[in-house]
């Protein structure tokens, strides 16, 4: 078994139209290959982070559970105990240049927008 896949706890992409899941995937392959070294590789796109998109080594299992056990509810709570790697939106727009991965439909001005998106794409 290779380092990185015994290194490797968790790594989520929520489900996107095809045009979107193959940059997800080269998006996905880029983190991946960031992560020697780090705990969290999690993008952050207008300031904010992706929680749902980032890869989680085993190291952070034990900072989790003291979170969660101390009434912590927020997943970036525990990342103060970790190795961090923030993949800016500079580098994300390398891949995904509207940052369509991390698109998600909320509202329906959110479904409107992604039946635009599904009609150009």
Known sequence: ??????????????????????????LLRYMILSSPGQDVVIPRVGGLTEPLHAI??????????RVLAAGG????????????????EQEISLFDPQCLSFFNINTPGDLEKARNLARRG
Request: proline share 8%; charged share 20%; with cysteine.
């Open 1 to 26: 078994m290779s380092l990185l896949a015994e290194e490797l706890w968790a790594a989520s992409i929520p489900a996107s139209g095809q045009p979107t899941a193959i940059t997800a995937w080269w």
């Open 56 to 65: 989680y080594s085993k190291r952070c299992l034990r900072p989790i559970e």
């Open 73 to 88: 509810l927020k997943i970036v709570s525990f990342f103060p105990e970790v190795r961090v790697r923030y993949v800016e």
